[in-house]
Nanobody
Framework: QVQLVESGGGLVQPGGSLRLSCAAS????????MGWYRQAPGNQRTLVAD???????NSADSVKGRFTISRDNAENTVYLQMNSLKPEDTAVYYC??????????????WGKGTLVSVSS
């Protein structure tokens, strides 16, 4: 069973920055894709950005140029550097990790979420 520990959320003014971290532990298999999703009140959970073990990244259009995802494979930790934050970035941010069990099976894990509030 993989445990995810998220940190880095909080209250920030518009234009400010935050860095989220998510450390995965307890995996006996390879961690493949790691990423961040977010969910604002009344909205669905949507992808913010993800990154493969090889460093290939994918991000939502709304955060391109402002957010950067990275990871430390040795530590099974994924980071989300968020710059130029806007009020519409306010949401609970969830870490998502995929564990490869075999060539055709994988397991997905979710963090408990960390709140990011952007307000003046």
């Amino acid at each position: 069973q993989v445990q995810l520990v998220e940190s880095g959320g909080g209250l920030v003014q518009p234009g400010g920055s935050l860095r989220l971290s998510c450390a995965a532990s307890g995996s006996r298999f390879s961690i493949t894709v790691m990423g961040w999703y977010r969910q604002a009140p009344g909205n669905q959970r949507t992808l913010v950005a993800d990154i493969t073990s090889g460093g290939v990244t994918n991000s939502a259009d709304s955060v391109k140029g402002r957010f950067t995802i990275s990871r430390d494979n040795a530590e099974n930790t994924v980071y989300l550097q968020m710059n130029s934050l806007k009020p519409e970035d306010t949401a609970v941010y969830y870490c998502n990790v995929n564990e490869r069990l075999s060539a055709i099976h994988s397991r997905e894990y979710w963090g408990k979420g960390t709140l990011v509030s952007v307000s003046s």
